[in-house]
């Protein structure tokens, strides 16, 4: 079984809400206990391809690596709401999501938002998705108002590995 990205990235959003509740743990281990109790933990093909996964791996250890970075972009974009008063799931999506708009090139804005979106359609409640897209939608205009969607879409272009 070959993993999507939609299952990664569903993957990837479980890790980073575990690791919002043990950020005292280091990421390397909640991975290892993630794909221990995996629902096909048992089919060692499926547990290596989480662990091998280019996109799990990068998204997930940058969002450990900068996640104070990450909330005080959320916090910046989320007027009048502080992170305590989301839900953790809402909050675990935006610090997936906002790692995309930030540091991968690959990823176009308008897929991030609207896996975003679509991750709290499932996951979350039934009002979370609109305020979800509201604040990637403030992120994508800060970054577009810096000069930063474009600058990294050159970078891009000239290294072809992405902002990192």
């Known amino acids: 079984m070959k993993i999507t990205r939609r299952q990664a990235r569903e993957i990837t959003l479980c890790l980073v809400f575990d690791f919002g509740f043990n950020s005292e743990e280091k990421p390397e281990e909640l991975l290892d206990l993630y794909v221990r109790y995996f629902p096909e933990a048992d089919e ?5 391809e989480i662990k091998n996964d280019d996109y799990i791996s990068k998204v997930y250890f940058g969002v450990a690596e900068k ?3 990450l909330d005080e972009t959320i916090k910046n974009c989320s ?3 502080k992170l305590e008063r989301m839900s953790r799931v809402s909050v675990s999506i935006l610090r ?3 790692y995309e708009l930030l540091y991968i090139d690959s990823i176009p804005t308008e897929v991030s938002i609207n896996e975003a979106v679509e991750l709290a359609k499932k ?3 039934d009002e979370s998705y609109t305020f979800i897209n509201g604040v990637l939608g403030a992120v994508a205009k800060q970054l577009e108002a810096n000069g930063l969607a474009e600058a990294s879409s050159a970078e891009s272009d000239e290294n072809e590995g992405g902002k990192e």
Request: zero cysteines; glycine letters at 0%; proline letters at 0%.
């Open 44 to 48: 060692e093909q499926v547990t290596e």
């Open 67 to 69: 996640i104070d970075a």
């Open 79 to 81: 007027l009048k709401w």
């Open 96 to 98: 997936l999501a906002v």
């Open 123 to 125: 996951y979350d409640n």
